[in-house]
């Protein structure tokens, strides 16, 4: 079993859509929360950073985490097709090295 | 923000040679830089972890002797890859963190190499 696990996708939506990206993970130590969103051939971006359970907003995205049941989401509202690209959900202990998912490629459709 | 850049961005190279990667934190002092590698529609897989001043750390199955690391100052880390091989054709990404970033991971735009 990986230690975290997320759906590769890809999610295709229509621009205004909600769009829920998850992943679920098995290391209980875990207590930093990622989400990246990478372009083709970019390097990553990041775009919430979470510790501990409980949301974040941040303009269109919400990061949610359940520490009680190992699983995060990222939701983005309004999406529109610039948002497509691939989301990798990303996490780690107190130390550095961070284990990312295999991420999802979203296509937002006009 | 934490700006990482690399260079450089798309490199072509022929077998049995060798390519250097430089990647730098722009506005911010990295105590920690990351080398990751990624095929198409794959995830990250991490390489190395090296902090400045140190020998790198390498990941389980990452040849240290073909891929020379060095983090030789706080705003600068190489990837040497020797004796390249169209096998090692691949997109290299670097991230950086320190105390400053609150830990977090800022990754640098990739690099690209081509083995022909």
């Known amino acids: 079993q990986k230690e975290v696990e997320q759906d590769p996708g890809p999610l295709s939506v229509p621009e205004g859509a909600i769009v829920s990206l998850n992943c679920t993970y098995s290391n209980s130590a875990f207590q930093y929360f990622m989400w990246y969103r990478q372009y083709s051939r970019k390097g990553p971006e990041l775009l919430m950073y979470?510790?501990?359970?409980g949301n974040k907003e941040d303009g269109r995205f919400t990061a949610q985490v359940d520490k009680s049941s190992k699983y995060i989401s990222l939701f983005i509202r309004d999406s529109q097709p610039s948002d497509s690209a691939t989301y990798l959900c990303?996490?780690?202990?107190?130390?550095?090295?961070?284990?990312f998912g295999a991420g999802t490629r979203l296509f937002v459709k006009a | 923000g934490a700006v990482v850049s690399q260079h450089p961005s798309w490199v072509i190279c022929k077998s049995g040679t060798s390519v250097k990667i430089e990647c730098r934190s722009l506005?911010?002092?990295?105590?920690?830089m990351f080398w990751y590698r990624q095929f198409p529609k794959q995830s990250l897989m991490l390489m190395a972890t090296s902090n400045e001043g140190s020998k790198a750390t390498y990941e389980q199955g990452v040849e240290k002797d073909k891929f020379l690391i060095n983090h030789a100052s706080l705003t600068l880390s190489t990837l040497t890859v020797t004796s390249a091989h169209p096998e090692d054709s691949s997109f290299y990404i670097c991230?950086?963190?320190?105390?400053?970033?609150?830990?977090?991971?800022?990754f640098g735009p990739g690099t690209r190499l081509t083995v022909t």
């Open positions: 991230s950086a963190s320190s105390a400053g970033t609150g830990h977090e991971q800022y």
């Open positions: 990303a996490m780690k202990t107190g130390g550095f090295k961070t284990i």
């Open positions: 979470t510790y501990s359970s």
């Open positions: 506005d911010f002092q990295a105590t920690t």
